[in-house]
């Protein structure tokens, strides 16, 4: 069997220019940025649309579901950061898996991306067109009929709304990152100031009794209700596929995963708290619009409902916006190693972003919005990103020891332990979605693998290049004078030259 083909960490950096300018990307997000970057891909469906679904699992102790999502989600968010501090590309967890295990795990780790971004920004896009027929209707009492707010599955034609949203990210996202930051940030703040709103009402009208049972379905329904809750996570590792276009990525990307983890989590049991205090879990489990619907009981008017409405819309866009812009980034770099088509990684010199993988990702994704129902296909999803997250803590421990002198602007605390609880609860969580998926889920890999033989393992750059002699150590010594002649940091700060 031949030698996996694994592409060190020091080539990775260097051929992204990542301690520099990164190929073609500007340098222009910071800290505060990358949080509101980091927020606006999380922060959305989950809570506005999927919260319905994990109470009408879990009851009340869908808050114990939403603490285990989030043990799940931090163990490995301490994986993200040290790798996404020493590896700052534009790759995320498919560069990781390319650096610690190798080419084809990699393009399998893209492959899944494809799917846990894809149906995500789908399945976001559909979530939005409910609010906005929400919003409407407070507003001036109309929606728009269900021909042109759902796909035939849903008793529609086409949604239209969700076509929509997945174009305005795209036009925003082409002009260029520093508009797309500016428009995430603001809608960030739009979305958290919202949501402490319905915290603010929901409480007012708590009541403890509406808390019993806490439990109804016991642990089966609270770990179902964890699986269901995870996908409100989706998204925290989007940070990571800034690494090219943040000011200082070595510093910057674990701070601002750590940050948002600890905003999200607590944002979303409090909210899920006001809500089931407020009217009870059986009226939020399983209805369409379930923070306006509490907001109107409670108010007795629709005009709070529809600022929570409001808020909503704000939000999905927000995710909409921040998970195409990761799935450009991934795709870029996957076209880089030349494991995609060369179309991907092509940026416009005016706009310094990837125009043609924009618009192609917008198209692609916006036919299932329009026509398809996803919830089929939402375990899918959630499987496909835990693995991921499983093959990232697995990364860190082989890196940590092929590589033991990588700069690591961050490490994993407890090291090993973190990484194994998060493979343990990542695993726990595949088992939770059940054998239909599991097996849903082979044949997505088989399919996947096929792809790469086919055509990303006879393109490969990396594979081209051992090929023909050259040797990848050559390449990252080449990489990494040229750094030291720059004679800059990843920070952008003077260094001395490397010794001999």
Request: charged content about 10%.
């Amino acid at each position: 069997m031949p030698a996996p083909r694994i592409k060190s960490p020091h080539l990775l950096v260097a051929e992204s220019g990542a301690d520099r300018e990164g190929h073609g990307l500007k340098r222009t997000m910071g800290l505060f940025q990358l949080i509101c970057f980091g927020v606006g891909a999380i922060v959305g469906t989950g809570i506005f649309v999927g919260l319905s679904d994990s109470v009408a699992q879990a009851g009340p102790a869908v808050v114990v579901s939403f603490v285990l999502a989030a043990l799940t989600c931090v163990f490995t968010a301490f994986s993200f950061a040290e790798l996404g501090g020493a590896i700052p590309v534009s790759g995320s967890s498919y560069s990781f898996a390319y650096a610690g295990l190798g080419e084809s795990t990699a393009f399998l780790v893209g492959w899944c991306l494809l799917l846990e971004y894809g149906i995500s920004i789908s399945a976001v896009a559909v979530g939005w067109s409910q609010y906005v027929n929400e919003l409407l209707h407070s507003l001036i009492g109309w929606q728009l009929p269900a021909a042109l707010s759902a796909g035939p599955s849903d008793g529609g034609i086409v949604n239209l709304p969700a076509v929509l949203v997945i174009a305005m990210a795209s036009v925003l996202l082409v002009r260029g990152v520093r508009e797309s930051a500016g428009a995430t940030a603001a809608m960030a703040a739009v979305k958290l100031v919202i949501l402490i709103a319905f915290c603010a009402i929901g409480y007012s009208a708590f009541k403890h009794g509406n808390l019993t049972p806490f439990s109804p379905a016991g642990l089966g329904g609270i770990g179902a209700g964890t699986t269901a809750a995870f996908f409100s996570y989706i998204g925290f590792d989007a940070i990571t596929t800034a690494g090219e276009e943040a000011k200082n990525p070595r510093r910057d990307i674990p701070v601002a995963i750590m940050v948002c983890m600890g905003i999200v989590t607590l944002l979303y049991c409090a909210v899920a708290l006001a809500a089931i205090g407020a009217i009870g879990g059986k009226q939020v489990a399983g209805r369409p619009a379930a923070l306006s619907y509490v907001v109107n009981e409670v108010t007795g008017s629709t005009i709070g409902g529809g600022v929570i409405a409001f808020g909503a819309v704000v939000a999905i866009a927000s995710v909409v916006l921040a998970v195409m812009y990761g799935q450009t980034r991934i795709l870029m770099s996957m076209s880089r190693d030349g494991l995609i088509p060369r179309v991907f990684e092509k940026v416009s010199p005016k706009t310094s972003t990837p125009v043609a993988g924009t618009l192609i990702v917008a198209a692609v994704f916006a036919l299932p919005a329009a026509f398809a129902s996803l919830d089929a296909v939402m375990n899918l999803c959630t499987i496909g990103t835990l693995a991921i997250m499983a093959v990232v803590n697995v990364a860190v421990m082989t890196l940590r020891r092929r590589e033991p002198d990588l700069d690591r602007s961050f490490r994993v605390p407890l090291y090993p332990v973190g990484p194994l609880l998060g493979i343990a609860f990542c695993l726990y969580l595949i088992y939770e979605t059940g054998w239909f998926t599991w097996v849903q889920f082979a044949l997505f890999l088989a399919v996947g693998f096929l792809v790469y033989v086919a055509y990303g393992r006879r393109h490969s750059t990396l594979g081209r290049e051992l090929a023909a002699g050259t040797k990848a150590g050559d390449a990252v010594e080449a990489g990494a004078a040229e750094a030291d002649r720059v004679g800059v940091t990843a920070a952008g700060a003077e260094r001395e030259p490397r010794e001999a």
